[in-house]
């Protein structure tokens, strides 16, 4: 069965500092992974997703990830922090084509 | 490109009234669609997801129930509310045989 871990709840980094939001995942076949953003009040908007080929994958507002089938993990890093990434982080996998299995979300601090 | 309207964005309803949530989908046809329930702390759950006019799949066995009159339409229904329903819902689509969702802005339901 499909899983996903987030480590940490909450992340802080100082404004300018890399980002990295951790990801680890369960699936019996090759997944589909995602990250998803949600700012406050507003819905969940997909930063970026990886489906087959090139595991480093980037997506929008700086952000990138990388899918590593040995660690099972799916990382998400950005270099350089700006106040206006401080949100709640969701990664997700599919291994069906119907339903997506999301993580209970890392919510980023960013401090000035 | 899909789009994704949800109404009411805030609701404030009383313990034993009735719920409807709509959800419509502007820019694709016969989209799977989802509801799911944020509650603090807990992430992402969901409560029900549609591949057609009238089937609906229930994730949980809850207070909740789930229509599908139209293809692009989706309601999430209560008879009577309890304290527990509270929460931010949220509507997603995605078309069939395509990964990744795309979500509505939600709806804040306060239940007093």
């Known amino acids: 069965a499909q899983s996903v871990t987030q480590l940490g709840s909450h992340v802080s980094v100082s404004e300018g500092a890399l980002v990295l939001l951790r990801c680890n995942y369960s699936?019996?076949?090759?997944?589909?992974l995602f990250w998803y953003v949600q700012y406050p009040n507003q819905g969940l908007q997909l930063l970026l997703k990886?489906?087959?080929?090139?595991?480093l994958v980037k997506g929008i507002n700086g952000f990138e990830a990388e899918f590593k089938k040995s660690e099972t993990s799916f990382h998400l890093t950005k270099p350089s922090a700006h106040m206006s990434d401080a949100a709640e982080y969701f990664c997700?996998?599919?291994?069906?084509?119907?339903?997506?299995?999301f993580g209970k979300g890392t919510r980023l601090h960013i401090l000035p | 490109s899909q789009t994704i309207h949800q109404w009411p964005a805030t609701l404030v309803q009383p313990v034993g009234s009735p719920l409807s949530l709509e959800c419509t989908v502007e820019g694709t046809s016969n989209p799977n669609l989802y509801w799911y329930r944020q509650a603090a702390g807990r992430g992402l759950q969901l409560l029900f997801y549609?591949?057609?006019?009238?089937?609906i799949s229930s994730e949980v066995p809850q207070n909740l129930s789930a229509s599908r009159p139209q293809d692009r339409q989706f309601i999430l229904s209560s008879k009577k509310l309890l304290l527990s329903d509270s929460g931010f819902y949220l509507c997603?689509?995605?078309?069939?045989?395509?990964?990744?969702?795309?979500f509505g802005s939600g709806t804040r339901l306060t239940v007093v």
């Open positions: 990886y489906t087959t080929g090139a595991t």
């Open positions: 549609s591949v057609g006019i009238g089937q």
């Open positions: 997603a689509s995605n078309r069939v045989a395509n990964y990744g969702y795309t």
């Open positions: 997700a996998v599919s291994d069906m084509p119907d339903k997506i299995i």
């Open positions: 699936s019996s076949v090759p997944p589909y």
